[in-house]
């Protein structure tokens, strides 16, 4: 019965090797040459093969333990640090904390292995790789203008972190719109593309991601418009808004992003720029420099923005719109505050009807009923809601309130302190009381 003997593939190259040389097809040195080892080795592979045969190619360390295996000792003490005094560590900083605290130096691939087979740590899956489909600019200019507001330390810690709002045409890579704004909302949006709107006019889309100001996220929401403000805006202005499922989907904008964050930042830093007010001064200026350097021509000659109309008033329609019913006395409630109609007319045409409340970017208010305005004035004014303190800021907060007001140092309290086992007069100024009982 023929032995069956296990060999891998370097060993299988070798017995190659040493029958060629066993049939003169082949000299030591050529075969040194071929296998990457010295003569010598060569020699003594071939003496083992002539003894032995293909067995004494087999190296006689298979089935033993590895010389780099860890001491039984040793995997014990690590699996009681990470259960103990590192628990709820992962793997890396575990192995941080063995090398440098407690003087155990294994590798971190080690820790995490033995994290693993003690059930203190799950392994993550391997992330699946997602192949995004290339996706053609866009023919005219102004016929997809991507969107997005990106948040970054601007101003690298010369002033507060803020938003930047960027407008970038996808025929072309040009930045459209750039503006420096506190956070996203609908009057950050609306004041950035007022501004372009008024220079470069009406695009025929817009392209962003699933932002609270574009979308109605919540299923059966609102008055069944399923339109948010800055949507019903772009509506009445015949512009399209169309929201990526993916931020893959709107790449331009999101490499951009990077670049601005990068370049932007690195042009402010060495021109002393240190706030939102200075920022948005230069970026025109650093708009047309980047588009300079960086805008490709469309594959269409022909521009597809839109001019404004002459009865599209930007101030009405960027403004925030919600229906009231005025009630018989012609008043009605818009956010936390009593309005009351002016009106030489009989009052019976308004009762109950419904007019349309704007509120611009400056906190002023409209009315209109059948697009004509109504003169109000403020009726009551429900009292302020108490401030929204962060958790980090209670301690702060409850200080001020504690010292917001301090008794003068002339205050009878000061002079004299009270003893409840006495009846004391305090000396007061006249029309104070003077005795306790």
Request: charged share 25%; net charge positive; glycine share 6%.
């Amino acid at each position: 019965m023929d032995e069956i003997i296990t060999m891998s593939t370097k060993e299988i190259s070798k017995l190659e090797v040493m029958q060629r040389i066993k049939s003169k097809r082949l000299r030591q040195k050529e075969a040194a040459e071929l296998l990457g080892i010295s003569i010598r080795q060569v020699k003594r592979l071939y003496k083992a093969y002539r003894e032995k045969g293909a067995k004494g190619l087999v190296s006689k360390r298979r089935g033993q333990v590895s010389n780099h295996r860890l001491k039984t000792e040793t995997v014990g003490k690590v699996l009681e640090l990470v259960q103990g005094k590192y628990q709820g560590f992962g793997p890396t900083l575990a192995h941080e904390k063995l090398v440098e605290v407690e003087k155990i130096h294994i590798s971190d691939e080690s820790v995490r292995k033995i994290m693993i087979l003690g059930g203190v740590w799950k392994p993550r899956k391997a992330r699946k790789i997602v192949t995004h489909q290339m996706r053609e600019r866009r023919a005219c200019y102004g016929e997809l203008v991507q969107i997005d507001g990106s948040p970054h330390d601007w101003f690298e810690g010369r002033a507060p972190k803020c938003t930047l709002l960027v407008f970038i045409d996808d025929a072309t890579g040009k930045l459209l719109q750039l503006l420096f704004v506190e956070n996203e909302s609908f009057f950050s949006y609306g004041l950035a593309a007022r501004l372009y709107f008024e220079r470069c006019g009406k695009p025929v889309a817009f392209y962003s991601d699933k932002h609270g100001v574009f979308r109605v996220n919540i299923p059966n929401s609102g008055d069944g418009s399923n339109l948010t403000q800055f949507g019903r805006a772009m509506k009445d202005l015949g512009i399209e808004i169309i929201c990526a499922n993916t931020p893959q989907a709107k790449g331009r904008v999101e490499r951009v992003n990077q670049t601005l964050q990068d370049r932007l930042v690195k042009e402010m830093r060495l021109r002393g720029i240190s706030n939102m007010q200075e920022g948005n001064a230069f970026l025109p200026e650093f708009i047309q420099d980047f588009n300079n350097r960086f805008a490709v021509e469309p594959l269409s000659p022909q521009d597809v923005h839109c001019p404004l109309s002459p009865h599209e008033n930007l101030d009405l329609i960027l403004s925030w719109q919600e229906s009231r019913s005025l009630s018989k006395n012609l008043t009605f409630q818009f956010q936390k505050t009593v309005y009351q109609i002016k009106t030489t007319r009989p009052t019976y045409a308004l009762r109950k009807a419904t007019v349309m409340v704007l509120l611009d970017h400056s906190g002023m208010v409209t009315v209109l009923y059948n697009h004509k305005v109504l003169a109000y004035s403020i009726f009551n004014k429900q009292p302020r809601q108490a401030e929204v303190v962060s958790s980090k800021d209670i301690d702060l907060a409850l200080h001020n309130q504690r010292h917001a007001h301090s008794p003068a140092a002339n205050h009878p309290w000061r002079k004299q302190p009270l003893n409840p086992n006495q009846g004391t007069s305090l000396s007061c100024q006249s029309g104070d009381i003077s005795t306790l009982g």
